[in-house]
């Protein structure tokens, strides 16, 4: 599995590979400096390497205007290495940028940060794509490793922490920084239970908003909260797909496959793809909660990320307020101000400001809090944001879950790691969070949780191994009767099978362990539905499950006879020939071979086969409609009675002659009908009389 | 005496084949009984093999899990 390094950089090789030659050349040149031209195929490595080497990286940095580092410095701190143009444009105007957008396009020529592009057409210039794109909602992207070389570069922000602050004697108040972490379980959990989408502009259907506004868990506020944030569960929701590190569900919105080789996420990782994930809350506001504001850019992602920026802008141990945080961004932000109401307005945001600080941040343990109205980063937040010490992890307690008899964990927050909250997730549902959690064992979490590749053994280690006693054995035994239940119908969405030639071989390759499962007399299953070892098989026919079906089938003269050509028959013959006709014993020729009877046909059409299905299918498979014989099968049963009867029939030798007869009034009113070309069925009675009539013509009669 | 080595048996392959299978026919009837699940069902291959129309089997699997099963997904 790629390194979060090795996936950025193939994102930028991707991005530089789609620029046209001459934009290529004209990137590479500021970051390479080439004495010689460099040949163009060896340009995206090159320009590559340069990124991966810091001296390079920091020489570059320095080329670039104080706002251009600024922005890259927006990358580094906020460790998200995609932002919208927009909101970094509106970070640099709050920090002062007159330049508008010349700090980006000087980034983009530098090849310091690439433009995020789904057309694979080359990029003639950047100008030309922000044109496309729109610039406010145009993404571009920095690599981590070139943005962590600017995180400290000077932002010019003012330090607004408070002349005083809370007595000395009060402890400040600290949140152990897990309940986000829950909450994304809680909501990733919602989210695969299935049926919640967002749409294309990452808006909720009203029913998706209706369940996260009414879900007993997510509607909750947080056990250890200063304030009420409004739709919470959106906020959960909208965080954790803007955290590309963090995947509550995958790319079908459900839940992500075991990764057996992920290495334990640290508490702290988790809130710095938290952090990162700030910059993609766009409809949610602390103070409206859910609000999706349409063809513009949300102020949430940069207000929130100014926030931190300024508290990071006061010493260890000073101590803010909302109020100066709320009037300098009331001062500075070019569009915060307008999404406020009224209210809010008249006290220039300050409550907007609180509410996130306190409902987001603290939660999130980047910020402490003291008499209810101090606010500083901590110790964590200075060392993220502020170049503070880093903080040791909290000692993990290994035994913190209790499995009740009524297949509920009581899991005790203490001891909880992002680790084994995602671990848990799998198979077992949150039912409430709080200084003691607790979850519940369900068949359909157990079932996601097997899906998703736990295995049942998986399942019960991890119980027994957090847990302060073992598995109660009646818990045990519902686990094993869910997972047997998961065994009872297999699905398999792309399988090969494998068809012998006839049944022994199957039998043969069967007990040689080629095939795993029999299916039909001839026809196997390999483990997975995999394809199987070709070392004892010869191919004889390869067909594709979704291909069209194929002319396969021969009908003999006898028109009930169909010989299968078994290089080009397919799965859906088989299970459609049996309904309509029946097999022919093997006569030792490899063709196999069906016949039609009046029987087989007669269960066909009770089965709700019609002749022109019948029809489809025969032309679909022989290339002509049902023969004859078939048709007099089908038929039969409701054609009016046939006539048997004794008739005088006259055969003359030519057409002409019998069309002749036919014509004329006087010879046809002896005539009952005609039965071929030249045969003429005569009424008895009037025998003579036409006999008399053909002499007279000349036409002579002789009777058999 | 060496014994001679086994002839390579002769096989067809069907490839991205969509199939349900279940535990015993009885089920297979119960699935087939259901009016949606029969419709994105193509034909039967044998007692307890179901062959589902292809691209259908997200459907398949949603219908299942609504019915109260819980399918073991292989191949995803």
């Known amino acids: 599995m790629p390194t979060d390094v090795e996936t950025w950089i193939d994102r930028a090789r991707i991005a530089f590979d789609g620029y046209s030659e001459t934009l290529r050349r004209a990137v590479a040149s500021p970051l390479l400096k080439p004495r010689n031209p460099i040949p163009i195929d060896e340009l995206t490595e090159r320009m590559l390497g340069a990124l991966g080497n810091p001296p390079v990286v920091d020489r570059r940095i320095a080329d670039q205007t104080p706002m251009a580092r600024a922005a890259l410095a927006i990358f580094g701190q906020s460790r998200r290495p995609t932002w919208k143009v927009g909101h970094l444009l509106t970070i640099l105007a709050a920090l002062g940028s007159t330049e508008g ?33 729109g610039l406010p909602n145009a993404e ?31 402890t400040p108040r600290l949140a152990d920084g897990l309940e986000w972490p829950l909450r994304l379980a809680a909501v990733g959990q919602l989210v695969a239970e299935g049926g919640m989408r967002t749409t294309q502009a990452r808006a909720l259907f009203k029913r998706d908003l209706q369940r996260l506004q009414t879900h007993e868990l997510l509607a909750a506020a947080p056990a ?79 207000a929130a990320m100014l926030l931190l920026l ?36 008249q006290v220039r945001g300050t409550p ?28 964590l937040g200075r060392s993220l944001l502020a170049n503070g010490a880093k903080v040791p992890e909290a000692p993990a307690f290994l035994q913190t879950l209790m499995v009740q008899p009524n297949a509920e964990i009581i899991a005790y927050r203490q001891g909880l790691t992002p680790t084994l909250i995602g671990k848990l997730s799998r198979f077992a549902r949150w039912k409430s ?76 390759a069967i007990s040689r362990g080629m095939i795993a499962q029999r299916i039909t007399d001839r026809i196997g299953l390999c483990a997975d539905g995999a394809d199987p070892d070709y070392k004892n098989l010869r191919l004889i026919g390869n067909r594709d499950y979704e291909a069209k079906p194929t002319k396969c089938i021969a009908v003999d003269e006898d028109g009930v006879t169909l010989n299968l050509d078994a290089g080009q028959t397919d799965l859906l013959l088989e299970a459609e020939i049996g309904r309509l006709a029946e097999a022919v014993p093997a006569d030792g020729t490899s063709a196999r071979r069906f016949r039609l009877t009046p029987e087989s046909l007669r269960r066909a059409v009770q089965g709700g086969m019609k002749l022109d299905d019948l029809d489809t299918w ?87 | 005496m060496s014994e001679a080595a086994p002839a390579r048996m002769a096989v067809k392959l069907h490839r991205r084949v969509c199939l349900v299978l279940t535990e015993d026919a009885v089920l297979a009837e119960e699935l087939l009984a259901r009016k949606k699940l029969a419709g994105e069902v193509l034909g039967r291959l044998s007692e307890r093999a179901l062959l589902i129309r292809p691209g259908r089997i997200d459907a398949v699997l949603d219908e299942l899990i609504k019915m109260g099963h819980t399918p073991q997904v292989v191949g995803k």
């Open chain 1, 433 to 508: 969070l709080g200084p003691a959690c607790t979850l519940e064992l369900t068949a359909e979490q157990t079932y996601r949780g097997l899906e998703s590749g736990l295995t049942l053994g998986g399942v019960v280690q991890t119980l027994n191994q957090h847990g302060v006693r073992p598995v109660p054995a009646p818990v045990i035994d519902l686990l094993q009767r869910w997972a047997n239940k998961r065994e009872r119908i297999a699905v398999y969405t792309s399988a090969t099978l494998v068809e012998f030639l006839s049944p022994a071989d199957l039998d043969i």
């Open chain 1, 140 to 170: 571009v992207f920095a690599l981590p490793s070139v943005a962590v070389r600017a995180k400290d570069e000077p932002l010019g922000l003012p330090n607004v922490a408070t002349a005083d602050g809370p007595p000395n004697s009060e």
């Open chain 1, 352 to 379: 907007w400001v609180e509410s996130f600080l306190l409902g987001v941040f603290y939660p999130l343990g980047l910020v402490e809090v003291a008499g209810g109205r101090f606010v500083r980063l901590s110790a």
């Open chain 1, 101 to 133: 957008f010349a700090p980006i396009q000087a980034l983009l020529d530098a090849g310091l940060i690439f433009p995020v592009r789904e057309s694979t057409e080359p990029l003639n210039g950047f100008q030309p794509w922000f044109g496309t794109e």
């Open chain 1, 224 to 302: 250890d909260h200063l304030v009420n944030l409004p739709d919470i569960g959106g906020l959960t929701l909208f965080w954790a797909l803007g955290a590309e590190k963090i995947a509550i569900v995958d790319a079908e919105w459900k839940l992500p496959e075991v990764d057996k080789n992920a290495a334990p996420k640290l508490l702290s990782e988790e809130i710095v793809a938290l952090l990162a994930g700030l910059g993609a809350i766009e409809a949610w506001d602390p103070l409206l909660g859910y609000r999706l504001v349409e063809g513009q850019l949300s102020a949430v992602p940069s």
């Open chain 1, 310 to 345: 300024m508290l990071a802008a006061a010493k260890p141990g000073e101590w803010c307020e909302s109020e100066p945080l709320a009037a300098w961004l009331w001062e500075h932000h070019p569009g915060w101000q307008s999404g406020l109401t009224f209210e809010v307005q």
């Open chain 1, 618 to 704: 025969f032309l679909a498979r022989t290339g002509e409609p049902v023969p004859g014989a078939g048709r007099m099968f089908i038929l039969g049963p409701s054609v009016p009675p046939s006539l048997a009867s004794k008739r005088l029939i006259l055969q003359v030798p030519s057409v002409e002659i019998a069309d002749g007869l036919i014509q004329w009034p006087t010879t046809k009113a002896c005539i009952e009908d005609r039965l071929g070309p030249t045969a003429l069925a005569v009424d008895d009675a009037k025998q003579e009389a036409l006999r008399e009539l053909l002499e007279t013509l000349g036409i002579k009669v002789e009777f058999a």
